[in-house]
């Protein structure tokens, strides 16, 4: 069963290249390395500068383990200067893939 955390970011309008840059070049790679990860997506809305991380977990406690060791922390505060307004998640079980 696969799990998914949602980060929602809200970001500084004119840093949102810097942001896919440092998703894709820093934190994408860390995260491949992270036991039980399965898959990330970044999705960004230029016109109002908001965007979603969604990464997928091959189980809860392997989602939440990312977090508990201060892990998703690292990652987000690598982009905290890009930020117009703090991060907000959510967790979800995912029910149907195709």
Do not use: C
Not at 4 to 22: S, T, W
Not at 61 to 69: K, L
């Amino acid at each position: 069963m696969t799990h998914a955390r949602f980060v929602y970011v809200h970001l500084q309008p004119d840093k949102i290249d810097d942001a896919i840059a440092l998703f894709r070049h820093t934190i994408l790679p860390a995260t491949q390395e992270q036991t039980g990860f399965q898959g990330a997506r970044l999705l960004v809305d230029r016109t109002s500068a908001q965007g979603v991380i969604v990464t997928l977990w091959e189980s809860e406690a392997a989602m939440h383990a990312t977090e508990a060791s201060g892990y998703l922390g690292e990652q987000l505060a690598k982009l905290g200067e890009l930020f117009s307004a703090p991060p907000t998640r959510a967790a979800y079980e995912l029910a149907i893939s195709v």
